[in-house]
């Protein structure tokens, strides 16, 4: 049996709308084992249990890029991160089908040509890019070749993931985006990107508060989160800074501090007992055959 385990991932972190990602500690497996039948799919709604499931799907690319016939296979789903919440569900379905296909010839694909692959399946590397590699990674893409730079977090940095019990397609979440921003826009945008990482390495929260504030989409995105003032409120008023991981609906919170952690879940637990909470650490690791 093949196990992968795969951390989910919050993308953009504010300033850096489809380039920057970051791997956090929530993870979710996925098995694959030989079978009798060509495909039998476990641990998720049932609806996805066919081949049109996103993992077969990565795992039959995977095959192709090996050039190597499918083989029937059985694959298992233990499944920890929610799905269409901005926290790189799909990431965990590319990445664990591609190196499931790949642990099961030999793992002869290295880390970059898996990334091309998954971004040719994602459209994006910001997710996929730190669930491979783990930690923070600011990607780009130059023709076809995905490149990654990857910055060490600062231990201090806490990150607390508040998620709503409702869900925000990333296709109304980009349809909504205006189809063009301005010189002076993205002159604020890069010199913010480019600043937030430094902040990121240093754990210097009053830099980060400043370097994540975003023109380019949170601002239109945030009205699809009908609690986002509120929750932002809750989270300032402990002194956390906030933003929309991914696409939404997950609210990130960033503190450098174990207990403010924990005082804004109590907090937002008062107001939205029905929301999903985790205190996370960035995950330096990425995906690993376990
Ligand atoms: N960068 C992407 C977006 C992440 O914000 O639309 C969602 O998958």
């Given at each position: ?34 079978n ?80 091309d ?38 231990p201090?940095?806490h ?76 989270v ?18 960033i ?36």
């Open positions: 049996m093949i196990k992968i385990k795969v951390p989910a991932t919050s993308a953009n972190l504010g300033v850096g709308f489809d380039c920057l990602g970051l791997a956090v500690s929530l993870y979710s497996y996925a098995s694959f084992t030989e009798s039948e060509k495909l039998t799919i476990t641990g998720c709604d049932p609806k996805y249990q066919n081949t049109d499931n996103l993992i077969y799907q990565a795992f039959v690319k995977g095959c192709q890029a090996l050039e190597q016939d499918v083989p029937n296979v059985k694959i298992t789903i233990e499944n920890q991160i929610p799905i269409s919440r901005g926290l790189g569900s799909s990431a965990f379905c590319v990445v664990a089908g591609l190196m499931g296909a790949n642990a099961w010839f030999g793992n002869t694909l290295n880390k970059e040509q898996l990334l692959l998954a971004t040719q399946i994602e459209g994006h590397p910001d997710n996929v890019s730190p669930a491979i590699y783990g930690q923070l990674g600011a990607s780009f893409i130059d023709h076809q070749d995905v490149q990654t730079v990857h910055f060490q977090v600062h201090s940095l990150f607390v993931a508040l998620i709503p019990d409702y869900q925000v397609s990333t296709e109304q979440a980009r349809s909504i985006l205006p189809k063009e921003m301005s010189y002076q826009t993205a002159i604020y945008q890069i010199g913010h990107a480019v600043a937030l990482t430094k902040a990121f390495e240093l754990g210097d929260l009053e830099l980060i508060k400043t370097a994540i504030i975003d023109k380019m989409h949170e601002p239109f995105r945030s009205k699809l989160i009908p609690d986002y003032p509120l929750a932002k409120k809750i300032e008023e402990n002194s956390g800074i906030l933003y929309i991981s991914g696409s939404g609906s997950t609210l990130m919170a503190t450098n501090d174990n207990h403010t952690a924990d005082n804004i879940i109590a907090d937002i637990k008062k107001d939205f007992p029905a929301w999903e909470a985790h205190h996370l650490t960035v995950d330096n690791q990425g995906a690993t055959v376990v």
